[in-house]
């Protein structure tokens, strides 16, 4: 009896056994499929990180070049402004030394002109005082004239002789200008008749005739 049941087991085992590999298979086979399609999937997304990193790529290089010719035109216009600015300071400088040498000729001219005046004004004080004093020596020699007139008229209507002895007071009443002093502030002498009255400053002496 249990001969019998022995193939049926057997064929029991064997469907089991199938179906199992079957099953196995089955699995094995999904997820082959999808290991398939997962990896599809990654080179479609290696593709679009690919296509979508490139344009990134060469939007940041473009971003760049720009930045740079930027900052190149930027020290392009420094380098003129500086170039300029140089050229300025020259042009200034030029004009600075020119200006201080016109001031400098401004003030020696000026100086010149201070020492020209400062001797025109010596030489125009100098003068006038010779022609003061002059003037001065002339007034006192008319004096010392009027002196001796005077004393010769005393001593004519007086019979004095030369060589007597006379004083301003004697000829106070015959002199027309009373009281006669030097302008220049010198003293007057008188001695005696026939002697030429002096005065105390030097210079202030009647001329002899020829």
């Not at 015959?174 to 008188?190: E, F, M, Q, R």
Request: aromatic share 4%; with cysteine.
């Amino acid at each position: 009896m249990k001969l019998k049941f022995v193939p049926w087991l057997l064929v029991v085992a064997s469907l089991v056994g199938l179906a199992i590999v079957y099953n196995s298979n089955q699995q094995q086979a999904a997820e082959l499929a999808q290991a398939r399609q997962a990896s599809q999937e990654l080179e479609q997304l290696r593709a679009t990180l690919s296509d979508t990193n490139q344009p990134q790529a060469e939007t940041g290089v473009k971003d760049e070049l720009t930045r740079l010719r930027e900052e190149n035109k930027d020290l392009l216009r420094l380098r003129n402004e500086v170039r300029q600015l140089r050229e300025e300071n020259k042009q200034f400088s030029q004009k600075a030394q020119a200006a201080q040498a016109q001031v400098q000729t401004v003030q020696a001219q000026a100086e010149a002109f201070r020492a020209s005046a400062a001797q025109a004004s010596a030489q125009a004080q100098q003068i006038e005082t010779a022609s003061r004093m002059q003037a001065q020596a002339n007034a006192c020699i008319n004096n010392l004239r009027q002196i001796d007139g005077a004393t010769q008229q005393w001593a004519l209507e007086n019979s004095r002789p030369a060589g007597t002895r006379v004083t301003m007071a004697d000829i106070q009443p015959y002199l027309k200008v009373k009281p006669i002093t030097c302008p220049a502030g010198g003293i007057y002498t008188l001695t005696t008749v026939g002697t030429p009255p002096t005065c105390s400053v030097p210079g202030h002496v009647v001329p002899k005739g020829p």
